[in-house]
C-alpha cells in the first residue's frame, strides 16, 4: 500500500512537471517579469557614463532597447578601443548588467548591450527564432556603425547569452576577414533539452530525444561552436559547482570549439562566478592578448 501511494505520488509529479514544462516552457526559459524586469531600466547616468539610447527596430518590426556607451577618442596607445557587445542572461534586464558596463567601460573599451525582446523596454515576446533575428539586428546596427568602424568586436554571453554569442560568432565569423572578431561565454549549455533534467529531475526518463521533441527552444549551442572560425578566439568561464547548467555541458564545448581558445574554471555557482578571484583578470588577459 505505501509502495503504490509512493509510486502515485511521483508519477503525479512527473506528470505536473511535464505539464508544466510543456505550457510553459517559454516563460520558464525566458523569465521576464522577474526581479521586475518590466517595471523599469536604470540608465547609465546613474553611473555618469556617457551613453546613447537607441532603439532599434528588427524586421518583424520590434523595437529593441539598447544603450551605447563609446569613448570620445576611439584610438588609444596606437590601437583602436575594442568593442564589447553584452548578451544577458535569461532574468532581469539590461539595467541589472549596469554595474559590469561601467566596470568594462572604465578598462577603456566601448560597450554595447541591448535588451531581448520582450524585456525591460523592448517590446514582442521572446523565442528563440526572435532573439536569434534580436541578435542580427544588434550586429547589422553595429557592423555600420562608421565611428567604430575598425573596432575589434568582443562578444560577451553568460548562459543563455552564451547560447546567443555562439550564434553571434557563427553567422558573423566572416567579420574576421575585415576586423577583429572574439567571444567570451560563461556557464552556458549545450542546448535546453540537456538542461531540463537538472531543473525537472522527475523528467530525466524520457531522454534527450523525446524532450527536443516537447521543448520549442533549443538553442543547438553544441552544433553552432563547431561552425566556428578556427581564427576566432574563445574563453570558456565555467563554475565547477554550477547549479543549473552542469559543468560537464562546459567543457564539452570548449573541447568541440577549434582553434584559438582559453579555459578557465572557478569553484563558483551558475550566478556567482562572474565575482569570483581572478575572473575579470583572465577576461583582461583575454581581450589585450587574444583579440
Do not use: C
Not at 107 to 112: A, E, K, Y
Not at 152 to 158: C, D, S, V
Not at 161 to 170: D, E, K, M, P, R
Not at 209 to 229: A, G, P
Amino acid at each position: 500500500m505505501v509502495l503504490r501511494m509512493v509510486v502515485l505520488a511521483v508519477t503525479s509529479m512527473a506528470t505536473i512537471s511535464l505539464g508544466a514544462l510543456y505550457f510553459y516552457q517559454r516563460s520558464i526559459i525566458y523569465p521576464s517579469t522577474l526581479n521586475s524586469a518590466r517595471s523599469g531600466t536604470d540608465s547609465p547616468s546613474k553611473y555618469n557614463l556617457p551613453f546613447e539610447e537607441i532603439y532599434l527596430t528588427t524586421p518583424d518590426k520590434v523595437k529593441l532597447h539598447s544603450y551605447f556607451l563609446k569613448h570620445s577618442n576611439q584610438i588609444i596607445e596606437n590601437k583602436f578601443r575594442k568593442t564589447i557587445v553584452i548578451l544577458s542572461p535569461n532574468a532581469g534586464n539590461i539595467g541589472h548588467f549596469l554595474p559590469v558596463v561601467n566596470y568594462i567601460f572604465n578598462l577603456g573599451h566601448n560597450v554595447f548591450i541591448y535588451q531581448y525582446r520582450g524585456y525591460g523596454q523592448s517590446t514582442g515576446e521572446p523565442t528563440e527564432d526572435g532573439l536569434k533575428i534580436d541578435a542580427e539586428t544588434a550586429m547589422d546596427y553595429l557592423i555600420n556603425d562608421k565611428t567604430i568602424k575598425n573596432s575589434p568586436l568582443i562578444l560577451y554571453g553568460r548562459s543563455l547569452g552564451g547560447a546567443i554569442t555562439l550564434f553571434i560568432a557563427n553567422k558573423f565569423g566572416f567579420l574576421q576577414n575585415d576586423r577583429k572578431l572574439g567571444f567570451i561565454i560563461e556557464n552556458t549549455f549545450l542546448d535546453i533539452p540537456r538542461v531540463v533534467p537538472h531543473i525537472f529531475p522527475l523528467l530525466g526518463w524520457l531522454g534527450e530525444n523525446i524532450l527536443s521533441k516537447l521543448i520549442s527552444d533549443r538553442w543547438w549551442s553544441e552544433i553552432e561552436i563547431v561552425k566556428i572560425r578556427d581564427d576566432i578566439p574563445g574563453l570558456f568561464l565555467s563554475g565547477t559547482l554550477d547549479e543549473v547548467v552542469p559543468p560537464l555541458h562546459m567543457k564539452k564545448l570548449f573541447d568541440l570549439k577549434k582553434g584559438l581558445k582559453v579555459w578557465r574554471e572557478f569553484q563558483s555557482h551558475h550566478n556567482d562566478t562572474i565575482v569570483q578571484d581572478g575572473y575579470w583578470d583572465t577576461w583582461e588577459q583575454f581581450v589585450d592578448s587574444y583579440v
